[in-house]
Each structure stands twice: as structure tokens, then as C-alpha cells.
């Protein structure tokens, strides 16, 4: 065993101290100071050289061959890059109840079914609610084995003694190092935690997930305080009572972070949707002013969302500006340029921008749907039927080319759109794919396309 001791380390400035203190002597930083564990011996020890691999010519095909296991869903793989990877450390955060027990007890139950024996170390249920909970999922398996343990050293020589395939550990803040004296979920038990559970990962070359929890107001230690130190982040994410769940890469040392899994949580559990867009549209209005379809680009997946637009007036004080499901700053931008280039006045307005179905959208083709819905909502008037808009809107009021256009095209066709507002830049070669295609280069022009008026 190597030696350590427990020290106290300052989260600001990094200065180490042998006892806790409310501010820290070196930055005069408040609440800063954490209990760690640290290795004065061994291969961990601070500013200790570890052993050094030799250099591997980059042209050597022997070392880059990932193997990968199926999750059993073909929206989880695809989040992961194509799936599970051996000794990576995966963390699946999420709200409390959003799901996260759930999908990861049927992940585990597919990989004892198809791949070898799989540990699910259960922190905060009993082994007779996770029993009831899989019977539920018809995710009973005898190589699926249930430990109800929060001490992390208890653990460990499950894991190590186990000859396991998978592990997952439900949740980090439930568990703990009796080498720290901070109760479990605080920040130097997670992350110490962590770290043991990336040495076990590495060492023994098991994928292990991680469950963790958001707060809303992050005043927990949660995955946050983790991301640096795992492989993989995975969020997963949902609105309210609503059944549809996204999950989502935020880091991933394995795979692109821009692909999103769509779940439905049903009865018998979560179930994947394969067809996203008419999920995402099907409570659509159709005839009402302020929403408009965008064909965007998740990942690598053409997904159809609905961009939605409330202008009204301000009754007191400041206009608001509520925004959810795409930049506020974006939006902001977006108004200014409506303001200037095309005759909107948003002063006296209260503007309120979302995006149905809890989708969150990260690319510049989201303007030209926000500005159309913004515009239709101004003048209460509706967007053209069966029409569908993307493009990036530039400071002078112009539309710009945005990538993957035939994919859009495409998706939107397949869903009945019989036109599109695509960039004039980006309207070569995708005429004939089953939606007309209307090039537009001035935003005050595809506003006039886009509106009954
Ligand atoms: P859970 O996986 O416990 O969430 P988390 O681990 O993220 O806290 O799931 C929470 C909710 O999911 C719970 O309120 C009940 C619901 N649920 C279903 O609707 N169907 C199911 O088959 C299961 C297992 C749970
Ligand atoms: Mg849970």
C-alpha cells in the first residue's frame, strides 16, 4: 500500500495546509479549503516521476485499435462514439429522477446477457428496490450481481477480486474513502472517489460508469467538479413530467461530442427513439404565429425541431428576454440586427425564445429560424405551411451558408416540408430532393418568403 496522509488544499490557488481553515492563508480566498488525500510514497506521490513509457512511432497501427461493446441501444452507442470502450471511466450526470438508475440498469443487464459478468453497486437503493426495479425492466440475469456498498476500499475488492466485465457505481456521492473524514458527496470524497475507481478503470482495463447528480443551483459536489478526470461525460437530460430524454456527450476522450440519444421513458422503462423529428413535431400547432421548423444537424443525425417565438408587450420596467434552448446571446444579436436591417422594434417588448422538446441548439443555422419566428410572432402572422428554414444571419442583415445542407433537405422532405429557406450559398445541387428549395440572401427577403402576410 502506498503511504498517504490527509492534507488540506485550497481549490483557488492550489497552497497545501495540515489543518482546515474557513480562509486560505496564501490567496485570502473564503470556503476554498479542501480535505485530499495524498500519497507521500508511491506511484502517486506528488511530484513523483511515474514510470515512463518508451515513445511509440505514430505510424504504429498495433496500438490504435479501440475495441468497443454495445450498450444493447443503438442511441446510447452512438453517443459514445460506437460504444463502450475497455478501461474508460464514464460519468452519466443528470438531475435526481431524471432516469439515470434506470438506463444504466438496463445497459448492465444487456452487457451480463451478451458480454460477461456486471457489477451494479447500488449507493442509495436497496438491493430489494434495484430487484423490483429490474424485474420491472425484465432485466434479471444471473451474471447481473447487485452490491449495496458505499465504501469505496469494499468495493474495490469486489471489483478487483471479481473478474467483472462492466461496473457501474450508482452514485458517486453516495460512496466514500474512510481516508477522508468529509461526508460522502462533498467535494473531496467524490473526487478522491473518482480518482480510485480511474486507477481500478486503467488498471484492470473494465469500463466503469459513474452515476452522479446535478443540482440545479450546483451546490453539491457533482459531476462538474468530475469532468476533467474522467473519459467520458455523459448528461442526461429531460423537461419535467415529459417522457422524452436526451442524452448527450459533453466530453468524450473516445467520440464526438456533438451526437445526442433520444430515449422515451415509458412503463417498462426507457425505450429508444429512433425517429426523433416526428417526435419533436408532433405537437406542433399548425396555422399559429411564432413557430417555425428547423432541419438541424445533431452529431452526424438530421433531426427536425421546432423554433418558438412569444414577442409581447412590456408592461413594466425592462423588456424581458427569456430565452431557453439556444445562445441568449445569439438571440440578442439577433434582435439587434431585426432592429437595424429590418424595421423590428424590440425596446417596448418582452421577447421569449424556446426550442420544444427540451433540444438544445449549438449551431449557427438556428438563426434564421429564430429570426422567422421572431418576426412571425411580431406581426401575428404565421409561418408559410409546410415550410422549413435554416441559415446563420450575419451583422449586416445577410444569410449565411451553413454546412450539411442536403442532409436538411432531405429530413425535411421526408416529414412533408415542401419548401425550404436555405442560404443562397448554400443552395447549389439540392434542388429535386423532395422539398422546393427558395435560396435567400437578405434576412428582411427570407422574412417575405417565410410569412402569410
Ligand atoms: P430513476 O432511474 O430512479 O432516476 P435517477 O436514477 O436519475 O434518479 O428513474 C426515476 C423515474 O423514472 C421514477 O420517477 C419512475 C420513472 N420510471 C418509469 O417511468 N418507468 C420505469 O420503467 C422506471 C424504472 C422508472
Ligand atoms: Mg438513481
Redesign the pocket.
Known amino acids: 500500500m502506498p503511504k498517504t496522509k490527509t492534507m488540506y488544499v485550497c481549490q483557488n490557488c492550489g497552497a497545501v495546509s495540515a489543518r482546515w481553515q474557513g480562509k486560505c492563508a496564501s490567496c485570502e480566498e473564503w470556503n476554498t479549503i479542501v480535505e485530499e488525500v495524498v500519497e507521500t510514497e508511491g506511484p502517486h506521490a506528488r511530484a513523483n516521476v511515474v514510470q515512463a513509457p518508451a515513445p511509440i512511432p505514430i505510424t504504429d497501427g498495433s496500438h490504435g485499435q479501440l475495441q468497443r461493446h454495445s450498450t444493447g441501444m443503438g442511441e446510447f452507442n452512438r453517443v459514445l462514439g460506437g460504444g463502450i470502450v475497455p478501461g474508460s471511466l464514464t460519468l452519466v450526470g443528470?438531475?435526481?429522477?431524471?432516469?439515470?438508475?434506470?438506463?444504466?440498469?438496463q445497459v448492465s443487464h444487456y452487457l451480463a446477457e451478451h458480454h460477461g459478468k456486471t457489477l451494479y453497486v447500488s449507493g442509495?437503493?436497496s438491493f430489494s428496490q434495484t430487484r423490483m426495479?429490474a424485474t420491472?425492466?425484465a432485466a434479471l440475469n444471473d451474471r447481473l450481481l447487485i452490491l449495496t456498498e458505499t465504501s469505496v476500499a469494499a468495493i474495490a475488492k469486489h471489483i478487483r477480486e471479481g473478474e467483472f466485465a462492466f461496473v457501474v457505481i450508482?452514485?458517486i456521492q453516495a460512496v466514500y474513502t474512510a481516508q477522508l473524514s468529509a461526508v460522502p458527496g462533498s467535494i473531496g470524497q467524490v473526487r478522491e472517489c473518482a480518482n480510485e475507481f480511474q486507477r481500478l478503470a486503467k488498471g484492470l482495463q473494465i469500463p466503469v460508469f459513474l452515476?452522479g447528480?446535478v443540482t440545479k443551483d450546483g451546490a453539491i459536489a457533482g459531476p462538474r467538479l468530475l469532468e476533467h478526470l474522467v473519459d467520458t461525460v455523459l448528461y442526461?437530460e429531460g423537461e419535467g413530467r415529459q417522457?422524452l430524454r436526451i442524452l448527450r456527450a459533453v466530453k468524450n476522450r473516445f467520440g464526438s461530442t456533438n451526437e445526442i440519444g433520444v430515449f422515451e421513458?415509458?412503463?417498462?422503462?426507457?425505450h429508444e427513439v429512433a425517429n426523433p423529428s416526428a417526435l419533436f413535431l408532433h405537437e406542433r400547432p399548425e396555422g399559429v404565429s411564432g413557430s417555425v421548423v428547423l432541419p438541424s444537424i445533431e452529431g452526424t443525425r438530421p433531426v427536425l425541431v421546432e423554433v418558438q417565438a412569444l414577442v409581447g408587450d412590456a408592461h413594466a420596467g425592462s423588456p424581458r428576454r427569456t430565452v431557453t434552448g439556444v445562445n441568449p446571446n445569439r438571440v440578442s444579436l439577433l434582435l439587434a440586427v431585426l432592429e437595424k436591417r429590418a424595421g423590428f422594434h424590440f425596446a417596448d417588448r418582452d421577447v421569449f425564445v424556446n426550442v420544444a422538446g427540451g433540444v438544445r441548439l449549438d449551431e449557427p443555422a438556428a438563426d434564421l429560424p429564430v429570426a422567422i419566428a421572431l418576426a412571425s410572432s411580431y406581426y401575428e402572422a404565421p409561418v408559410r405551411a409546410h415550410l422549413a428554414a435554416f441559415g446563420e444571419i450575419g451583422l449586416a442583415g445577410e444569410v449565411r451558408a451553413v454546412d450539411m445542407v442536403r442532409q436538411r433537405v432531405v429530413e425535411a422532405a421526408k416529414f412533408g416540408f415542401e419548401q425550404c429557406l436555405v442560404p443562397q450559398g448554400s443552395a447549389k445541387d439540392v434542388d429535386g430532393l423532395g422539398a422546393r428549395v427558395l435560396p435567400v440572401f437578405r434576412l428582411a427577403e427570407a422574412l417575405k418568403s417565410a410569412l402569410e402576410r
Open positions: 443528470g438531475d435526481p429522477g431524471i432516469g439515470k438508475s434506470t438506463l444504466m440498469l442509495e437503493e426495479r420491472r425492466l450508482d452514485s452515476v447528480h442526461f417522457a421513458m415509458r412503463e417498462t422503462g426507457l
